[in-house]
């Protein structure tokens, strides 16, 4: 048995969970091993049927939202769609992020064709932090640099932040598939795990019933209050997030 899901917020139509890094949303063939999944853990959790209107990579923990009846999953559905959403994202990233940057940047589904058209994607980036650590990792350097970069996809592509920051040449730390293995291994030891460090920080989206804006926080604090008041309250995967940015040596940018 598994860990009951945290819940955010829920009401009679809807429900946020804190979805933990290596869960899946849902079963699928493609990772036919696993065994914790979001959909049905919390149906068991809560004994009703729910129903996903979007979804958050396996490696990716944070806000994840689903409907509690047919209804309430079509107007998610249409808002997610419709690009009435805003989700806000926190990631580590090698290098020094700039302060800010924009990422137009059309992006090719994954499993598409070479010759398939790329379709239009748009993500805003800012640097809330960076971090100079007093090790190297490439011996051509006296020290390894990383930021706290916090994403807005304005768009809905799949892997779409994981391949925006990529692109901007500041790779999530621990993305197998868009970063540098090396790096990865090398900060998996510094910081005591191996995971992809992308966090769903934030999600604001019209309620399904009202049409009211409906904003859900993960509970994740920047900039950190002292870990022993913070820690007890967040999910595991949270925690690891909060001892993080608790880590010495942040110097903050803006945000």
Not at 23 to 36: C, I, P, Q, S, Y
Not at 128 to 145: G, I, K, N
Not at 211 to 239: C, F, H, K, N, Y
């Amino acid at each position: 048995m598994h860990e009951p899901l945290t819940i955010l917020w829920h009401d009679a139509h809807a429900i946020a969970v804190y979805k933990p890094a290596g869960w899946l949303v849902h079963r699928t063939g493609l990772d036919a091993g696993e065994t914790r999944f979001v959909v049905q853990t919390l149906r068991d959790q809560i004994g009703q049927h729910v129903y996903p209107v979007h979804r958050l990579d396996k490696g990716t923990c944070g806000v994840l939202l689903l409907a509690l009846h047919s209804a309430a999953a079509r107007q998610l559905s249409m808002a997610f769609a419709g690009h009435a959403v805003r989700k806000r994202y926190l990631a580590l990233v090698r290098g020094w992020a700039p302060d800010t940057a924009e990422v137009d940047h059309p992006l090719r589904p994954d499993d598409a064709l070479p010759d398939a058209p790329a379709q239009s994607a748009h993500t805003r980036v800012q640097c809330l932090a960076r971090l100079d650590w007093p090790e190297a990792a490439d011996p051509r350097f006296p020290s390894t640099r990383v930021s706290l970069a916090e994403a807005w996809p304005t768009s809905g592509r799949r892997h779409q932040v994981r391949r925006h920051l990529k692109h901007l040449a500041h790779p999530i730390i621990g993305d197998a598939t868009h970063g540098k293995g090396p790096l990865n291994r090398w900060w998996a030891q510094r910081l005591g795990l191996q995971r992809l460090w992308l966090h769903a920080w934030q999600l604001e989206v019209p309620h399904p019933e009202t049409g009211a804006p409906l904003r859900i926080d993960s509970g994740l604090r920047w900039p950190p209050v002292a870990e022993p008041l913070a820690a007890p309250t967040l999910p595991p995967s949270a925690q690891d997030w909060q001892r993080l940015l608790c880590l010495p040596g942040w110097e903050r940018r803006g945000g």
